[in-house]
């Protein structure tokens, strides 16, 4: 992963965003990161790994217990349909 100062990366953002295909480019400040600069594909992937499921047999037991102690709206039903999703991004190339 390539790590860059904030000042650097301000006075050459161009040549990180080409190094973008090579993977993440963290930016720090005072030794310390303050964020990441990512690739479009990278991003939609981490997007997508936070929405998967988990098994029930991952819950903890706090988990399983809130789920138990839940009971649904009475007002209306819902559907996957009522779900919203992301809209898939176009690619491109810089």
């Known amino acids: 992963m ?3 100062k904030s000042s650097e990366f301000q006075k050459n953002v161009g040549a990180y965003l ?3 295909h090579k993977g993440p480019v963290e930016i720090v400040r005072y ?3 303050i964020g990441f600069l990512v690739s479009s594909d990278e991003f939609n992937a981490l997007v997508a790994a936070s ?3 988990i098994r029930a047999a991952d819950l903890t037991e ?3 217990e809130l789920l138990a102690e839940s009971t ?3 007002e209306g039903s819902y559907t996957l349909d009522d ?3 992301l809209e898939p991004r176009k690619q491109t190339r810089v």
């Open 2 to 4: 390539t790590k860059v």
């Open 18 to 20: 080409e190094k973008l």
């Open 31 to 33: 030794n310390r990161s």
């Open 51 to 53: 929405r998967r499921s």
């Open 62 to 64: 706090r988990e399983l």
């Open 72 to 74: 649904p709206p009475e």
């Open 83 to 85: 779900i919203p999703e």
